[in-house]
């Protein structure tokens, strides 16, 4: 929906408000007029029904409105006296409308000073649940939200297990754009696999004031370009599958490359503008090495002392996953003759490669140069650039996109160059031979950015013995962007909450006494 039919629902529901409350607002000692004047009418309702004013900001916040809506239906129907389960339900069940019945149809007197703490132990217990939701359905949308690392594309920099926060406000907190979603959760119902949201309504993207910028190699969790694709592959058998933009599967990945740079992969190394890509020092790239012992096995304690997480047999060869440091260390073991980094040369087209053309005979470990799109800047379009930039113009920047041969149309007009509507990033995961990502769907545009990993609160290793070996206790509490080391703050948090609890202890018993 455009900002202009979202003007007229808004406007729809402001007539529908009025024709169900204008008869209470009068019982209430208000006048008519004031149930259709937009937002007056919300302030004015909260002194009806004797709640804060600031409750009417959550009535405009998207995903939280939805929550608040049931709680205002049941707080005006109470305001005049139909307290009962019944009439409670009914409010729910007819979503409001039963406000309609009570309006012109009941003879109700309107309870000025009414007490609002819940009638029974039920109804408390039901009112602090509803907040407490809305509450963590606010910071969980726009401010921080917890997130599993489920693949091993970053591993070793983050591993399988780890549990992290995630912040929406450093690059802007993007408002939800389904309008209709259960909160909290993200694609689909636990434990149903039904859909958690509807399609439609969607509103336009917007995105709240960031801090900063997202930042060369900072690790950023983003909505799955491809999740909708049916052509990544080149293949276009397949079913086109809708899903909103927020709505997509959530990925996390490293940004190698941000809008405006130029990238390129030389056996497999990235190259920025002609430069090599400096990582972070918690960086941990991987490649596959093949491992020649000349038959001989490594033991499962050899492995683990260089810190094979992963790795099979190929003709009698180990096939590991390494950082260049540890396949440095593993030479140096009596047992292995020799160590050869794998690397894919580019000459030989693949169609899971990016942008799945012929044109383009690139490989994972020998990519580019590619330009990443940036905000206003322009390209030309030619039979050279549209294989790489037609579906972003189409889909991502949303234009009328026709191709015909070397030429493209773009909203009917016959276009020479092309300028960007929003920033782009190129997303790669550390573990380069085992990654689903940009070199195999392309690029990211800024609206599928949902925030930066910052903290690790919590890691679970399954293939651990024991509990003890389960829990990952020096990943506890460890931030993940920073130099040297990861320090965890596990046990200077349990000492700051058990001063917490012993502050307000010793408080308490000083009140008693």
């Known amino acids: 929906m455009t900002m202009t039919q979202w003007f007229l629902f808004f406007l729809i529901l402001q007539v529908v408000h009025f024709l169900g409350t204008w008869k209470l607002y009068i019982k209430a000692d208000r006048k008519a007029w004031e149930a259709i004047v937009p937002i007056y009418n919300a302030f004015v309702l909260m002194k009806i029904i004797n709640r804060p004013t600031w409750w009417v900001i959550l009535l405009f916040i998207p995903i939280i409105n939805l929550l608040m809506f049931p709680i205002l239906w049941i707080e005006t129907i109470r305001s005049f006296g139909k307290n009962s389960t019944i009439d409670t339900?009914?409010?729910?069940?007819?979503?409001?409308?039963?406000?309609?019945?009570?309006?012109?149809?009941?003879?109700?007197?309107?309870?000025?000073?009414?007490?609002?703490?819940?009638?029974?132990?039920?109804?408390?217990?039901?009112?602090?649940?509803?907040?407490?939701?809305?509450?963590?359905?606010?910071?969980?949308?726009?401010?921080?939200?917890?997130?599993?690392?489920?693949?091993?594309?970053?591993?070793?920099?983050?591993?399988?297990?780890?549990?992290?926060?995630?912040?929406k406000f450093h690059y802007g907190a993007r408002v939800p754009m389904t309008a209709v979603a259960m909160p909290m959760v993200h694609d689909s119902i636990p434990l149903t696999g039904l859909p958690s949201y509807l399609n439609k309504p969607q509103l336009p993207y917007m995105r709240l004031p960031g801090i900063q910028k997202i930042k060369r190699n900072e690790i950023v969790v983003f909505n799955w370009p491809a999740d909708s694709l049916k052509t990544m592959w080149g293949d276009n058998s397949g079913e086109f599958t809708y899903k909103p933009i927020d709505k997509k599967t959530n990925y996390v990945k490293r940004c190698v490359a941000i809008a405006g740079d130029t990238l390129q992969i030389i056996d497999g190394l990235i190259y920025i503008n002609g430069k090599i890509s400096k990582m972070p020092d918690r960086a941990k790239p991987q490649y596959l090495f093949i491992v020649d012992t000349n038959g001989k096995q490594l033991s499962a304690r050899s492995l683990q002392r260089y810190n094979v997480r992963e790795g099979h047999m190929r003709d009698d060869k180990y096939v590991l996953n390494l950082t260049e440091a540890e396949a440095r260390k593993l030479q140096n073991n009596p047992s292995v003759k020799s160590i050869v980094k794998q690397n894919t040369p580019s000459g030989h087209f693949n169609k899971s490669i990016f942008p799945h053309n012929e044109q383009y005979t690139w490989s994972i470990d020998n990519y580019g140069p590619l330009y990443i799109p940036a905000k206003g800047e322009t390209v030309e379009i030619n039979s050279k650039t549209i294989p790489i930039y037609e579906h972003l113009i189409r889909e991502y920047d949303r234009n009328d996109v026709t191709v015909?041969?070397?030429?493209?149309?773009?909203?009917?007009?016959?276009?020479?160059?092309?300028?960007?509507?929003?920033?782009?990033?190129?997303?790669?995961?550390?573990?380069?031979?085992?990654?689903?990502?940009?070199?195999?769907?392309?690029?990211?545009?800024?609206?599928?950015?949902?925030?930066?990993?910052?903290?690790?609160?919590?890691?679970?290793?399954?293939?651990?013995?024991?509990?003890?070996?389960?829990?990952?206790?020096?990943?506890?509490?460890?931030?993940?962007?920073?130099?040297?080391?990861?320090?965890?703050y596990f046990y200077p948090f349990l000492g700051l909450l058990a001063i917490y609890f012993g502050f307000n202890y010793f408080r308490k018993k000083k009140k008693e006494a």
């Open 89 to 167: 339900t009914l409010a729910l069940f007819t979503f409001g409308f039963y406000t309609y019945y009570v309006n012109y149809a009941c003879d109700v007197k309107h309870i000025k000073d009414r007490s609002l703490k819940p009638a029974s132990n039920f109804g408390d217990w039901a009112s602090s649940i509803a907040f407490a939701i809305i509450a963590a359905t606010l910071v969980h949308t726009y401010f921080m939200r917890p997130y599993t690392i489920p693949t091993s594309s970053l591993e070793k920099s983050l591993l399988v297990g780890d549990f992290l926060f995630v912040s």
């Open 404 to 488: 015909d041969g070397d030429k493209m149309y773009i909203n009917g007009t016959l276009a020479e160059t092309y300028t960007f509507k929003q920033d782009y990033f190129w997303m790669m995961g550390d573990n380069r031979h085992n990654s689903l990502d940009a070199r195999s769907y392309g690029f990211t545009p800024f609206d599928h950015v949902i925030g930066k990993a910052v903290f690790v609160w919590f890691s679970w290793e399954t293939n651990g013995d024991g509990i003890k070996n389960k829990i990952r206790w020096d990943r506890l509490f460890t931030v993940v962007h920073g130099s040297g080391k990861a320090t965890s």
